[in-house]
């Protein structure tokens, strides 16, 4: 059964569409982007999401205290970290979260594939990060890039996929049954191939929606 995050989330309208439409997780981005949202909006809209719907932060070399912050308000529910974030780095977090909520704070670790790499030393790198304290991977062809990378360079059989790993990079209506098929991940991905002008769309979403819904 496979989940689907939708990120960017920016608007109350964003919150809306994905009450109604409900994908397992929403995606709230701290980084600079055209999505980044501060910790007022992401208050706000964290309040309106469905009890149904995990809210995750988004966070490129953040200092951590405003993960936990973020974390201990109730605000975000999961890090999702896209910099140069290392193990003892998410080890510290955990430890900081357990201390300011009495909770450990679940981290999505992302991993970006460079169709410049060959295959064997691009999976020997994944396999550096079987036993990491992460919770989840996700894979990405860059920070909200909106393109796919090379899908046949991951070896779909190593060790790695004992991970629960988030598919994402140009991900849409198109090419996303393939990409299921093809990883059989935990979870999917989305944010530019589901708006229109740079906002979130309702059509594309329960478009995307619909066909997610063939594999949950």
Known sequence: MVKIKICGMRRLEDIEMANNYKPDYIGFVFAESPRKVSYEQARTLSNSLSEEIVPVGVFV????????????????????????????????????????????????????????????????????????????????SGKGSGKTFDWSLIDKNSEFFKNSIFLAGGLNSENLSSAIEEFNPFAVDLSSSVETDGFKDEEKIMEIMKIVDNYR
């Open 61 to 140: 070399n953040e200092h951590m205290k405003l993960i936990v912050d973020l974390f201990k308000d109730g605000i975000i529910e999961i890090a999702q970290l896209h910099g140069d974030e290392d193990e003892n780095y998410i080890n510290d977090l955990k430890d900081k979260s357990i201390e300011e909520t009495g909770k450990e704070i679940p981290v999505i670790n992302a991993i970006e594939i460079k169709d410049t790499e060959r295959n064997n030393d691009f999976n020997e790198k994944l396999l550096e990060w079987r036993d990491s304290a992460s919770d989840y991977f996700i894979l990405d």
